[in-house]
T-cell receptor
Framework: EPEVTQTPSHQVTQMGQEVILRCVPISNHLYFYWYRQILGQKVEFLVSFYNNEISEKSEIFDDQFSVERPDGSNFTLKIRSTKLEDSAMYFC?????????FGPGTRLTVT | GDSVTQMEGPVTLSEEAFLTINCTYTATGYPSLFWYVQYPGEGLQLLLKATKADDKGSNKGFEATYRKETTSFHLEKGSVQVSDSAVYFCALSGSGGSYIPTFGRGTSLIVHP
């Protein structure tokens, strides 16, 4: 069964550094998403992406964040200057309809 | 806006006990409803879904029925196992044409042998 994959599974970075989280969505899906989950809290929507542009974003997705689909398969989330409060699990998801398929997540730890 | 309310956790049960996790929602239009499960250290996995009123989603012994009249989608399982210990998230999407799901806060289930 096709699945969404994410790399790395765990990323440790120092405050102020840039990180790029990578996702490979399911190949025939058209909508892509990033979510985050701070430890023990609810899953929060960050951004959705369709037709090579952002279609919706939350207030969490400020100027420090950007997304890109650099080729036909990868979908990336970049955090330009990480803060301690960016420490969270980041999930990528893709969909062809209303059902979203989630990747296993990248745990980002900012020290 | 849309919202999903789940019962507070943790829910602690003995193996083979009956499970109910309550979920109610507020939405415009006719959303699809989902239950996701998150096992320790893993991502979200779709457990079951229902796309219209009176539909029953089922998977791995879990069931939930889309009740439009009570705006509910309660998760049930007749006999839980230790391996069911996880966090369960109720979610909706498709309300007002948006694909973005709205999640509940999650309910932690702990099953003891």
């Amino acid at each position: 069964e096709p699945e969404v994959t994410q790399t790395p599974s765990h990323q440790v970075t120092q405050m102020g550094q840039e990180v790029i989280l990578r996702c490979v969505p399911i190949s025939n899906h058209l909508y892509f998403y990033w979510y985050r989950q701070i430890l023990g809290q609810k899953v929060e929507f960050l951004v959705s992406f369709y037709n090579n542009e952002i279609s919706e974003k939350s207030e969490i997705f400020d100027d420090q964040f950007s997304v890109e689909r650099p080729d036909g398969s990868n979908f990336t989330l970049k955090i330009r200057s990480t803060k301690l409060e960016d420490s969270a699990m980041y999930f990528c998801a893709s969909t062809a309809a209303y059902e979203q398929y989630f990747g296993p997540g990248t745990r980002l730890t900012v020290t | 806006g849309d919202s999903v309310t789940q019962m507070e956790g943790p829910v602690t049960l003995s193996e083979e006990a009956f499970l109910t996790i309550n979920c109610t929602y507020t939405a415009t239009g006719y959303p699809s409803l989902f239950w996701y499960v998150q096992y320790p250290g893993e991502g979200l996995q779709l457990l079951l879904k229902a796309t219209k009123a009176d539909d029953k989603g089922s998977n791995k012994g879990f069931e939930a029925t889309y009740r439009k009249e009570t705006t509910s989608f309660h998760l049930e399982k007749g006999s839980v196992q230790v391996s069911d210990s996880a966090v369960y998230f109720c979610a909706l999407s498709g309300s007002g044409g948006s694909y973005i799901p709205t999640f509940g806060r999650g309910t932690s289930l702990i099953v003891h042998p």
